[in-house]
Nanobody
Framework: QVQLVESGGGLVQAGDSLRLSCAASRRTNTNYAMGWFRQAPGKEREFVATISSSGGSTHYANSVKGRFTISRDSAKNTVYLQMNSLKPEDTAVYYC?????????????????WGQGTQVTVSS
């Protein structure tokens, strides 16, 4: 069983930056793609970004492209989401997830393990 633990969320103002981290409980994520998703109150969970197992391929939702960057440090079993130029509409609980495949996906049902989430609140 893999445990994923997110951290780094908080309350910031519009235009600020945050870096989220997702640490895996054991050395398993080096061979699997990872993704970040978010869920705002009253809305469905939506795709944010994904990174391949090698780290060589990344994909982003149009709403965050150019502002967010996903990366991974396999030696630390950690995936990051650097969020710049934050907007109030970025307010949500952010979840990381692990997919049992080398390439990422934007579909929630293609991920096997999920973290508990970390709250990001952006005030205007």
């Amino acid at each position: 069983q893999v445990q994923l633990v997110e951290s780094g969320g908080g309350l910031v103002q519009a235009g600020d930056s945050l870096r989220l981290s997702c640490a895996a409980s054991r050395r398993t994520n080096t061979n699997y793609a990872m993704g970040w998703f978010r869920q705002a109150p009253g809305k469905e969970r939506e795709f944010v970004a994904t990174i391949s197992s090698s780290g060589g391929s990344t994909h982003y939702a149009n709403s965050v492209k150019g502002r967010f960057t996903i990366s991974r440090d396999s030696a630390k079993n950690t995936v990051y989401l650097q969020m710049n130029s934050l907007k109030p509409e970025d307010t949500a609980v952010y979840y990381c997830a692990q997919r049992g495949y080398y390439t990422g996906s934007s579909r929630t049902d293609e991920y096997d393990y999920w973290g508990q989430g970390t709250q990001v609140t952006v005030s205007s």
